[in-house]
Every structure is written in structure tokens, then in C-alpha cells.
């Protein structure tokens, strides 16, 4: 079964440091999200995109994020100054149609540590 | 407001037992719910979605809009079935494209 795969599992980056996260939405999918789980907390919506546009964003996506879909099977997620609060579990997500009704398929997660 | 909200942050039974895993949802309009399981170090993957009405894993969900409620059954846990269990709802903000709020998670600890 095709699955959507990211990279790296755990990043440990310095305060201020820029990161790149990065994942590989499931082939024939064309609708791709970013969510995240501060630890103990609930997962959270961050990003849709779509036609190499941003559809949807929560607030807790503010300019310190970006998101690019660079080629046509990566779809990365970049924190241009981390923070301590940034430190969380980050998900990809993707999914075959874009309504509310379709389920959407996870990522194992990359668990971002900011020191 | 949109709102999922799963009262037990921890649910304990037996092998057997019956298991119901309590959702509850707040939405104005006609919602789209679905049941996720995280397994042990595994990613999140979509159980149950209350449109298809089907039976995973022995696990079926009702919707209820009466009490807006979405709770998640089987008759007879098994040990594997051990894992955190999230409720989500599909949302769209302003755009067209959907968007997931999920519950904080139930942990259900099937003992044998």
C-alpha cells in the first residue's frame, strides 16, 4: 500500500537555525497538509496546499513558516528562525481529493528538538 | 466554535470486554468525522469514517446528531487493539480545501 514517507524521523537543530522538513505525499495524491503535536497535546492543523499554492492556514502558521512543494514529489515544510516552542511532532499529510469528506493519509512524523 | 472533544484521556478493559470510545463533536453544518489509531511508534491511520459506515477491525462508530456525538465501539477487545485513538472532524476554514481538527486522543489499554 503506498504510504507517505518523511525525512528525517528526528531533527535537532539550535535556536535560530533554519529547518527543512521534508516528505513524499503518496503518488497519485495531489492535496497535501502539515499538522503538529506538541508533546502531550493535540495535533494541529498548520497548512493545506494545493496547485502549488497555500489553500489553508492556521494561525499558529505565521512567517516564520513557508512550505514548497520544490519538484514534483517532494513537499517540504521550513522554519526560517526555529523556536523552543517549535520543538514538536510534525506530520505530513495527503490525501486524493480536497474536500472535507476525504481522509487524508499520514507520515510517521519527524520530531523536531530545538535546543 | 469547531470543536472535538474526547472526555477520556485514558481508557483501561479487559481482553473481552466491551470497549466505547467517547467523541463529541461541535459544528454548524453537516460534519465529516472520522476515527484515526496511532499504534505504538506507528503513524497515524484512519480507522473508521462516519460516510462509509463500515466495520474495521471490528470497530463501528454511529453518528449521532441528536447528541453530537460520534463514539467508537467493539464488542470484544483484544490486546492488540491497544493503542491512542483520535477522532477527528473535516473542516474548511474559508478556502475549499479541508483541514482536520482532532480530539486530544484516547489511550486504550486492552488487558489480557
Known amino acids: 500500500e503506498p504510504e507517505v514517507t518523511q525525512t528525517p524521523s528526528h531533527q535537532v537543530t539550535q535556536m535560530g537555525q533554519e529547518v527543512i522538513l521534508r516528505c513524499v505525499p503518496i503518488?497519485?495524491?495531489?492535496?497535501f497538509y502539515w499538522y503538529r503535536q506538541i508533546l502531550g497535546q493535540k495535533v494541529e492543523f498548520l497548512v493545506s496546499?494545493?496547485?502549488?499554492?497555500?489553500?489553508?492556514k492556521s494561525e499558529i502558521f505565521d512567517d516564520q513558516f513557508s512550505v514548497e512543494r520544490p519538484d514534483g514529489s517532494n513537499f517540504t515544510l521550513k522554519i526560517r528562525s526555529t523556536k523552543l516552542e517549535d520543538s514538536a511532532m510534525y506530520f505530513c499529510?495527503?490525501?486524493?481529493?480536497?474536500?472535507?469528506?476525504?481522509?487524508?493519509?499520514f507520515g510517521d512524523g519527524t520530531r523536531l528538538s530545538i535546543l | 466554535a469547531q470543536r472535538v472533544t474526547q472526555p477520556e484521556k485514558l481508557l483501561s478493559v479487559f481482553k473481552g470486554a466491551p470497549v466505547e470510545l467517547k467523541c463529541n463533536y461541535s459544528?454548524?453544518?453537516?460534519?465529516?468525522l472520522f476515527w484515526y489509531v496511532q499504534y505504538s511508534r506507528q503513524r497515524l491511520q484512519l480507522l473508521l469514517r462516519?460516510?462509509s459506515r463500515e466495520s474495521i477491525k471490528g470497530f463501528t462508530a454511529d453518528l449521532n446528531k441528536g447528541e453530537t456525538s460520534f463514539h467508537l465501539k467493539k464488542p470484544f477487545a483484544q490486546e492488540e487493539d491497544s493503542a491512542m485513538y483520535y477522532c477527528?472532524?473535516?473542516?474548511?476554514?474559508?478556502?475549499?480545501?479541508?483541514?482536520?481538527?482532532f480530539g486530544k486522543g484516547t489511550k486504550l489499554s486492552v488487558k489480557p
Open positions: 499529510a495527503s490525501s486524493g481529493g480536497g474536500g472535507r469528506d476525504q481522509p487524508q493519509h
Open positions: 503518488s497519485n495524491h495531489l492535496y
Open positions: 496546499f494545493y496547485n502549488n499554492e497555500i489553500s489553508e
Open positions: 459544528y454548524s453544518g453537516s460534519p465529516e
Open positions: 462516519h460516510i
Open positions: 477527528a472532524l473535516g473542516v474548511v476554514y474559508g478556502g475549499s480545501q479541508g483541514n482536520l481538527i
